[in-house]
């Protein structure tokens, strides 16, 4: 352990330059910014490191960098861990709020600050790294090793299913590390084996051509009405979905996933102070506990409401058009097309039918089965590396949304995170950063689970 620690911080050391050019890389997917040059040091470093490479580029959007490290001649070539990650990384915005500058790699207090530090570029290299320090060892690398990394993940994976699906026989392999993860509030490794789905809504009305003097108002509809009504009619004040069918294709948990979630304690008072919360969990109200919401429960959330006069002062006015965001988090079993039927006959039928509903953004939920030895494999590895059991959590089902169900659906097989991120990392905000130990610890990670995967 003594001698993997110190050849990974030469390795950490020797390469520091090369980490550092490549968060140089404003890689910004949405503005489309430095995406080729990005995507040509990515396949640098991995030949550099001793991969082969190929870019997928022929199904449109930005290109898929597949990677391939051929197991030693001691490993088990039977065995193929995948590798998910993305080279792309969020605008800097808002630049004020930045106490470095955004894309120049700094170091403050032992912590590394760049934006895409933590989301995705230190994930990425450290898995390289483990695979250098493994190369470097007599018995080389333990098994078969593949990368899949994209260009577009922060801005929904558009075309991954299309790679994935079309090129399925290249990327098949026995498991896929996820590629965010790293320490909770508590200071344990959490690793995440699914995630929630999404069904994201426009609903508009338009009640008038034109806005109207308000003394209308007697005997004229307006659309803000239509539109709150509509939205009240879907959730009731005890936070129930009341779309018919909203709940029926849950697929319950398995009785590990479901033991796994009970061992955890979201703490409402520390996440009320985080964000200053003015009202109670509104689970206190529904049948099940805020840990099974978070792990095992749809959602529907208000994202935006845009209507009429929002100006100082007043102004009288009738507006003649509403609209609202609209998101829903989904779990196993549902599907985004289905939801969208459901909330469209529940809107006709309580008489919205002039409430237009658009989905914008579907992708289904997805969960590994946490009993899979490829699972048990990760966390068994993390507990010796970050200290025990109790240092670390297997969470079946994260509660934000990402691509696995892709994987699940064409490579069939089980998907779990490892990362070095921190509770404060701010992905996607000012000041986004990883702990250098982190960084450090996150490498010996990758070293300890592609030993043990060997065998697993
Ligand atoms: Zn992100």
């Known amino acids: 352990m003594q001698k993997s620690l110190e050849s990974v911080t030469e390795i950490i050391n020797a390469h520091q330059d090369e980490f550092y050019d490549y968060l140089r890389l404003d890689s910004v997917s949405t503005q489309n910014l430095s995406i080729l040059p990005t995507v040509a040091y990515v396949k640098d470093m991995i030949e550099r490191t001793g991969g082969e490479t190929r870019i997928l580029d022929d199904l449109g959007g930005n290109p898929v960098v597949y990677a391939y490290f051929k197991a030693g001649p001691e490993g088990n070539a039977e065995k193929t861990v995948l590798f998910y990650n993305h080279y792309d990384v969020q605008p800097e915005d808002p630049v004020d709020e930045w106490e470095t500058p955004p894309f120049e790699?700094?170091?403050?207090?032992?912590?590394?600050?760049?934006?895409?530090?933590?989301?995705?570029?230190?994930?990425?290299?450290?898995?390289?790294?483990?695979?250098?320090?493994?190369?470097?060892?007599?018995?080389?690398?333990?098994?078969?090793?593949?990368?899949?990394?994209?260009?577009?993940?922060?801005?929904?994976?558009?075309?991954?299913?299309?790679?994935?699906?079309?090129?399925?026989?290249?990327?098949?392999?026995?498991?896929?590390?996820?590629?965010?993860?790293?320490?909770?509030?508590?200071?344990?490794?959490?690793?995440?084996?699914?995630?929630?789905?999404?069904?994201?809504?426009?609903?508009?009305?338009?009640?008038?051509?034109?806005?109207?003097?308000?003394?209308?108002?007697?005997?004229?509809?307006?659309?803000?009405?239509?539109?709150?009504?509509?939205?009240?009619?879907?959730?009731?004040?005890?936070?129930?979905?009341?779309?018919?069918?909203?709940?029926?294709?849950?697929?319950?948990?398995?009785?590990?996933?479901?033991?796994?979630?009970?061992?955890?304690?979201?703490?409402?008072?520390?996440?009320?102070?985080?964000?200053?919360?003015?009202?109670?969990?509104?689970?206190?109200?529904?049948?099940?506990?805020?840990?099974?919401?978070?792990?095992?429960?749809?959602?529907?959330?208000?994202?935006?409401?845009?209507?009429?006069?929002?100006?100082?002062?007043?102004?009288?006015?009738?507006?003649r058009k509403a609209s609202a965001k609209l998101d829903c988090r989904l779990v196993p079993g549902q599907d985004p097309k289905k939801i969208e039927q459901l909330i469209r006959q529940h809107l006709d039928r309580n008489g919205f039918s002039d409430v237009e509903l658009v989905l914008l953004k579907g992708q289904k939920a997805f969960r590994s089965d946490i009993d899979d030895p490829f699972v048990q494999t990760v966390r068994k590895s993390a507990e010796e590396i970050y200290g025990g059991p109790d240092n670390v959590v297997l969470s079946p089902t994260n509660a934000g949304t990402g691509p696995m169900y892709s994987f699940g659906q064409h490579l069939g097989i089980p998907v779990a995170s490892s990362g070095c991120g921190h509770a404060e990392g701010k992905a996607h905000a000012p000041n986004e950063s990883v702990r250098l130990k982190d960084f450090e610890e996150g490498t010996l990670h990758m070293v300890k689970f592609l030993q043990q995967f060997k065998d697993a």
Not at 244 to 255: A, E, L, M, Q
């Open 105 to 319: 790699p700094t170091v403050v207090d032992g912590k590394l600050y760049c934006r895409g530090v933590t989301d995705n570029k230190a994930n990425l290299v450290i898995r390289l790294y483990a695979i250098e320090h493994l190369l470097n060892t007599e018995e080389g690398l333990p098994c078969n090793v593949k990368f899949l990394i994209e260009g577009e993940e922060e801005n929904g994976s558009p075309n991954l299913n299309a790679y994935i699906e079309k090129y399925a026989d290249l990327f098949e392999s026995d498991g896929c590390i996820w590629e965010f993860g790293g320490k909770n509030e508590n200071e344990q490794f959490v690793i995440e084996t699914g995630v929630k789905g999404m069904a994201y809504f426009d609903l508009f009305v338009e009640s008038a051509d034109v806005d109207i003097h308000s003394s209308l108002g007697a005997v004229v509809d307006n659309a803000a009405w239509r539109l709150t009504h509509a939205l009240a009619s879907l959730r009731d004040k005890d936070n129930k979905v009341l779309v018919d069918g909203f709940y029926d294709d849950i697929k319950p948990p398995s009785s590990s996933a479901l033991k796994a979630v009970h061992e955890r304690t979201v703490s409402q008072k520390k996440i009320s102070d985080i964000y200053g919360l003015k009202h109670p969990f509104i689970t206190d109200k529904l049948d099940w506990t805020a840990e099974e919401a978070l792990a095992f429960y749809p959602t529907m959330t208000i994202c935006g409401l845009l209507s009429g006069y929002t100006e100082e002062g007043t102004k009288t006015v009738l507006p």
